[in-house]
């Protein structure tokens, strides 16, 4: 019974109308991110994140106020969290921003600087960069060869291509970060199930009538395999089973 309603919770379509209401008050109150939207599905190519996920990564730009963001995966994305720097500079003054974004496909990358908005340059780069693979503890993944080094504040995680692989990019920024780092990522659960078990359950949320997962402002401190107990507690209780008794017979 329990395990049935549990099923009825999470893919109740009460969720999904609850997330269309959210998005369209959002959208009928944000006039630049209106205008942005509309921008980006006239001129870009790439196939995009869907609406809910621009409103999200809009909003959570606007409240975090990063100076430093990277986002992995170059499209309309881009455009929607240059918009939330450009307004969090010309309505709450946060100077100094910078926006890079990566793409691994060299087409890609060079179609999204062709059309970026010209009001955007100042403080966004659009990169090519090769991959290739990383690992951290027990979890390997790819990043991006070149990454210009920047105290990255936020990180959007939507590329590579999957493919069986989960994106180390942001665990790498956090690695070698000297402040808190928070991550969001478009439905990728390789990358949701990695994050969790190098940060724990505490850290990492997966939202799923929105289909995005965010990692709440983790430091190197936060490596669950940097600290014996929280190893045990935390990997061993959420994802191995645990079972009482004799494994060799009664
Ligand atoms: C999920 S897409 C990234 C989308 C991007 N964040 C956006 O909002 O448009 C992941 C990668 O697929 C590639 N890509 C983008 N648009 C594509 C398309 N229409 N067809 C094939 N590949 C595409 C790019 O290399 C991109 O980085």
Redesign the pocket.
Same mark, same amino acid.
């Given at each position: 019974m329990r395990n049935i309603n549990r099923f009825f919770i999470k893919f109740s379509p009460f969720f999904e109308k609850q997330r269309d209401r959210c998005v369209r008050d959002y959208l009928g109150k944000n006039e630049s991110l209106r205008e942005i939207i509309d921008r980006c599905d006239k001129t870009? /190519?790439?196939? =995009?994140?869907s609406l809910s996920d621009y409103v999200a990564l809009y909003e959570i730009v606007r409240h975090r106020k990063p100076r430093f963001v990277l986002e992995c =995966?170059? =499209? /309309?994305?881009t455009m929607i969290i240059a918009q939330a720097m450009l307004d969090n500079r010309e309505k709450d003054g946060i100077d100094d921003i910078k926006l890079v974004s990566m @793409?691994?496909?060299k087409e890609?990358q060079e179609h999204a600087v062709s059309i970026f908005p010209e009001k955007f340059k100042s403080f966004v780069e659009i990169l090519y960069s090769p991959l290739k693979i990383y690992g951290c503890s027990l979890i390997r993944g790819t990043i991006y060869e070149e990454v210009p080094n920047h105290p990255y504040e936020f990180v959007f995680v @939507?590329?590579?291509?999957q493919e069986g692989m989960c994106n180390m990019q942001f665990v790498k920024v956090v690695e070698n970060s000297d402040i808190p780092v928070s991550a969001v990522t478009d439905n990728r659960k390789n990358s949701v199930l990695a994050y969790t078990l190098l940060f724990g359950p505490d850290k990492v949320s997966y939202y799923v009538p929105w289909s995005l997962g965010i990692v709440d402002e983790v430091t190197s401190n936060d490596f669950v395999f940097k600290d014996p107990l929280k190893m045990k507690t935390t990997i061993f209780d959420h994802v191995v089973p645990f079972r009482f008794g004799n494994p060799i017979g009664k």
């Open positions: 870009s /190519k790439s196939c =995009g994140v =995966g170059t =499209g /309309k994305s @793409d691994h496909n890609w @939507d590329g590579p291509s």
